[in-house]
Each structure stands twice: as C-alpha cells, then as structure tokens.
C-alpha cells in the first residue's frame, strides 16, 4: 500500500523560522561585537626611559603614547610605593614627566622596578636607572 506524503504542518514551518531567526540574531549579535570591539581602542603607553635621582628624589619618565586614545596617567608606582600623578598624553605625544618620590631610597647604580598606571586601570612596567 502506498504511504500518503504529506507537506509539512504549520507547526514544523514555526520552529524551522524560529531556529534560522535565532541563528540570524547571533550572527548579528557576533559581528556588531567584533565591530565595536574595533572601533573602541585601547590606551596604550611606551616608557621609553626612567631615572630616578637619588639625590633629589624625582623619577624621570620619557613617555610615547602612540595612539589610537589620548592617555590620561592617575598613579606612578616605584619600589612598592603609590605615588598620585595627573598627566595626559595626547594621540602621538612625546613627553618627559617628572614626579617626587619622597621616601624612596635607593644605591646609585641599581634598577628599581615601577610601574604607570592610567585612569582604567591599565599598568605599564618600566625599570628605573638609579642616578647619585
């Protein structure tokens, strides 16, 4: 006996339409992610050199931001201690800053360990040069 094809119901058409429109949100979802993501950029800071002065107490730092935001510096952190700091650093900026690290005790002729941390949070490490 021959079987009767049937075509299909209106309940088979409603979770066909509903899986192709799920997968069409993610996909969606996915590359409006990947585009934002893209688009934001992160901050991003070179610390080209770093003295510390033993007699004077200043650290030195040679600063290059090179894109794609303006960087903002809240915090310079040497030999475990936090030291507040406001400088921004515009998109190319080439800067020496200079911050007073009272308290800070070092031999001439070592490396301390630092580091900058900016306004979001990010911390770039650097090694100062102990200068007399």
Do not use: C, H
């Not at 949100?25 to 080209?48: D, E, H, K, M, S």
């Not at 030999?79 to 031999?107: C, H, K, Q």
Request: charged content about 15%; overall charge positive.
């Amino acid at each position: 006996m021959p079987t009767k094809i049937r075509g299909m119901t209106s309940l088979e058409i409603a979770i066909i339409v509903a899986i192709v429109l799920i997968i069409a949100v993610a996909v969606g979802w996915y590359l409006y992610t990947t585009f934002v993501a893209t688009a934001v950029g992160q901050p991003r800071l070179n610390i080209v050199s770093a003295e510390l002065s033993s007699s004077t107490g200043e650290l030195r730092l040679r600063v290059v931001n090179p894109g794609p935001v303006d960087v903002q510096i809240s915090n310079v952190e040497i030999a475990g201690r936090l030291f507040d700091m406001r400088e921004t650093i515009p998109v190319g900026g080439n800067r020496t800053v200079t911050v007073t690290v009272s308290g800070v005790t070092a031999t001439p002729g070592t490396m301390l360990p630092g580091r900058v941390i900016l306004s979001g949070g990010q911390s770039f490490p650097f090694s100062a040069v102990v200068k007399p």
